[in-house]
Structure formats: structure tokens, C-alpha cells
């Protein structure tokens, strides 16, 4: 059956329905969408390798310090003067005793002859092997100082020997220590005698230049005290009578007199020494002088006819704290 189609009498709506069939005619088919494939995220994959060592850089080698080698120690020397010790030669020398009688073997270490030359050794050094006597304990009194007016002190040591025999060459050590119990300052004491006989007490003297803090405290103790033979031929036995004793000065100041006695049948004395030394009421030292007899005076008869009187003293002695309360005499006599 035939189909019947409408006419478009309005030409506007012919041209708008021709325009509509040409525009499908010319237009383009879809495209078909395509769906977008994932891309897969990358991953990191962590292999376990071996660590490879570290190859140590060579040290940086240190500059090398030329050495100048040393000369060959050349031993030097000390010449005897008046008033020179043993002791005192090896603390201003810095070495020791036993040092000093190894490099001068023969040497009497109490009796040093004035002009005589000792050989000082070197730091190491001990030319001459020999054996040496073994220093013994002392019994020592707590020390104690007294102030100069220049800020120095001078420091003694009581030493009691309690010895069935002699003493020689005694040398203590004296350390200064502050408030606060630092040690500030050492000396080495020296004794005015190279000998002490039995029974008889000698403090051993320190020098400490000044300025010094004030409310310091001394502390003391003996590092060497030889032994003596009881005939030992060296000394002489003698002893010192004080005669007389003048205390002047409100203490102060005490002018020792006396006399040296000696056995009857001894040697004569070609060296004498004697020590004066003043106590305070404490008994504490508070002075000492040294006298060397300049010429020898012959020795006289005494009231007891064992004993021969050979030189008379006369000795000032000054205190350096309180006042003078009493005073002894020691002597060293030599051949």
C-alpha cells in the first residue's frame, strides 16, 4: 500500500528540512571510545648487595723533628769555700748526698777542706760504684716557721738522735701548704753541724725566700741520717761546756760563753765547730749560730785530769720569735 506523505507548503520549513538532511549526510561517525589501558607504577626492587670495604687512606705522616744530638756531659765542679756542707753543696747543685760521695770517692763528708774541688755529677751519671750506708729513721719534732719583715721565713726541724751511736749528714725535707692545703713551696733543710752524737737533739734549718701567703703550714720530714761507727777516726770526741749565758734584749738576743773540752788522751784538733742553739719556754728553736775557730789555741789542762780545754766561744745568738729561755752548745771537732 502506498505510503502518502505530507506536503511542506512553507518554503521556510523545506529549506530548514533540507539543510537538516544535508548536515546528516556530511557528518562523521562516532568514533568508538576506546577504554584507557593502566599503566603500571614502577617499583623499586631492593637487591642486597655485599658492601664494598673502605680502603683506608695512608696516615698523613707527622714532620719529622730534627733531633740535635746532645753533647757529651761534661762533669763540672765546685770549689770549698768557708762555711760549705755537704748537704748544702748537693741541694744547690740539685743531686744528692750519696751521688756527691760516689763521684768523690775518699771524700770525708764532715770535713771539707777549704779550696778543695769536689766533682758535681751529672744527672745519671755515678762514675764510681761503691756502696753506700743506708739512711735510718729519726725521730723529728713537728716544724715550724717564723716570719721576716721582707715576707721570708726560715723553718726548723728538731731532729733527736736515740741512737746508741752518731749521726751524719742529716737532711730533712720542709713543705709550706696554704690555706687550703696546697703545697705552695719545698726546701731542703740542712743541719749547722755534720754531726750529732747520741742523746743530743740539732734542728735541721730551711730558707724560704719571700713574698710568702700568710697562715701558711710547714710540714717536715727527715731524708737522710747516716750512721758513725763508734771509733770512727774522722771526729774527734769532744764536747762543749757552756760557761756562761746572757740574755739581753727582752730575749732577744743571749751572748753564749764556753769552753771545748777534750778527752786527755785525743788527738789535737785541727778543725772545730760549734753550734749555738736557743730554745724559747715551749722548747721550741727560735735561733742558731754557727762559729768556726779560726786558729787553734793550745790545749790546757782542765780540773779534771782526763780532759784538756782547747778553745773558748764566744757566740751571739738571736731569736727569730718569742723570747730566749735557754740555750745549748754542740761541737764537731776534726783531726
Not at 705522616?61 to 761534661?74: D, E, F, G, M, S
Not at 744527672?123 to 719534732?141: D, K, L, M
Request: charged share 15%; net charge negative; with cysteine.
Amino acid at each position: 500500500m502506498p505510503r502518502f506523505y505530507p506536503l511542506l507548503k512553507d518554503p521556510t520549513l523545506l529549506v530548514l528540512a533540507a539543510l537538516a538532511l544535508l548536515a546528516g549526510a556530511c557528518a562523521q561517525p562516532p568514533t568508538p571510545t576506546s577504554t584507557p589501558t593502566s599503566t603500571p607504577v614502577p617499583q623499586l626492587v631492593w637487591f642486597m648487595t655485599p658492601t664494598p670495604s673502605q680502603t683506608p687512606l695512608p696516615p698523613t705522616p707527622l714532620p719529622k723533628i730534627p733531633i740535635t744530638p746532645a753533647p757529651t756531659a761534661t762533669p763540672f765542679s765546685h770549689t770549698i769555700v768557708k762555711g760549705d756542707t755537704l748537704g748544702a753543696i748537693a741541694y744547690f747543685y740539685g743531686v744528692t748526698i750519696e751521688e756527691l760521695l760516689a763521684a768523690n770517692p775518699g771524700i770525708d763528708p764532715g770535713f771539707l777542706s777549704i779550696d778543695a774541688t769536689l766533682v758535681i755529677p751529672l744527672e745519671g751519671e755515678n762514675p764510681v760504684s761503691q756502696p753506700t750506708q743506708t739512711p735510718i729513721p729519726v725521730f723529728a719534732e713537728p716544724s715550724h716557721c717564723y716570719g721576716s719583715a721582707d715576707g721570708s721565713a726560715w723553718c726548723f726541724l728538731l731532729v733527736a738522735n736515740t741512737e746508741s751511736h752518731a749521726l751524719e749528714n742529716l737532711t730533712a725535707w720542709i713543705g709550706l701548704f696554704d690555706s687550703e692545703g696546697t703545697n705552695f713551696a719545698n726546701g731542703t733543710a740542712i743541719a749547722p753541724l755534720d754531726l750529732l752524737a747520741s742523746g743530743q737533739s740539732m734542728p735541721l734549718v730551711a730558707y724560704f725566700p719571700g713574698p710568702l701567703p700568710s697562715g701558711f703550714t710547714p710540714l717536715g720530714e727527715v731524708t737522710a741520717a747516716l750512721p758513725v761507727a763508734g771509733q770512727d777516726e774522722r771526729y774527734l770526741a769532744a764536747s762543749a761546756r757552756v760557761d756562761s749565758v746572757e740574755i739581753a734584749q727582752a730575749g732577744k738576743q743571749a751572748v753564749v760563753r764556753g769552753t771545748v773540752v777534750l778527752p786527755a788522751d785525743s788527738q789535737t784538733a785541727g778543725k772545730v765547730w760549734v753550734a749555738v742553739l736557743a730554745y724559747d719556754a715551749a722548747g721550741q728553736v727560735v735561733g742558731v749560730r754557727k762559729w768556726e775557730a779560726e786558729s787553734q789555741e793550745p790545749c790546757q789542762e782542765s780540773a779534771q785530769g782526763s780532759e784538756v780545754e782547747c778553745l773558748t766561744f764566744e757566740i751571739n745568738v738571736f731569736s727569730l720569735g718569742p723570747a730566749i729561755e735557754r740555750v745549748e752548745a754542740l761541737v764537731e771537732a776534726r783531726p
